[in-house]
Nanobody
Framework: VQLQASGGGLVQAGGSLRLSCAAS????????VGWFRRAPGKGREFVVA????????NYADSVKGRFTISRDSDKNTVDLQMNSLKPEDTAVYYC????????????????WGQGTLVTVSS
């Protein structure tokens, strides 16, 4: 499966953005999907993951209550709604997929999108 992340941009603190991860080549519902981010000068950080059927989600504590992941089977996408954004959310956001489970470590994902930059100004 090939992944394409989009929706990043510049937003003020407290604002919202919606990221989308589109899949081509396969039916996306057959894959668990995770979102990760890499802030400047830092390592890759887990953000959220959703199971293949969408019934299970797992959020990092830092985004719980502010971010929401959802699957759109018609569009073959997994979206990340980000509200109440903070400057510390600034990062390149990546979506990733595997055929098994919604894991929190990047090593457990086989497929990666190219990343989309989110910049939150204070």
């Amino acid at each position: 499966v090939q992944l394409q992340a989009s929706g990043g941009g510049l937003v003020q603190a407290g604002g919202s953005l919606r990221l989308s991860c589109a899949a081509s080549g396969r039916t996306f519902s057959n894959y668990a999907v995770g979102w990760f981010r890499r802030a400047p000068g830092k390592g890759r950080e887990f953000v959220v993951a959703v199971s293949r059927g969408g019934g299970y989600t797992n959020y990092a504590d830092s985004v719980k209550g502010r971010f929401t992941i959802s699957r759109d089977s018609d569009k073959n996408t997994v979206d990340l709604q980000m509200n109440s954004l903070k400057p510390e959310d600034t990062a390149v956001y990546y979506c990733a997929a595997n055929t098994l489970f919604a894991r929190t470590t990047p090593q457990e994902y086989n497929y990666w999108g190219q990343g989309t930059l989110v910049t939150v100004s204070s």
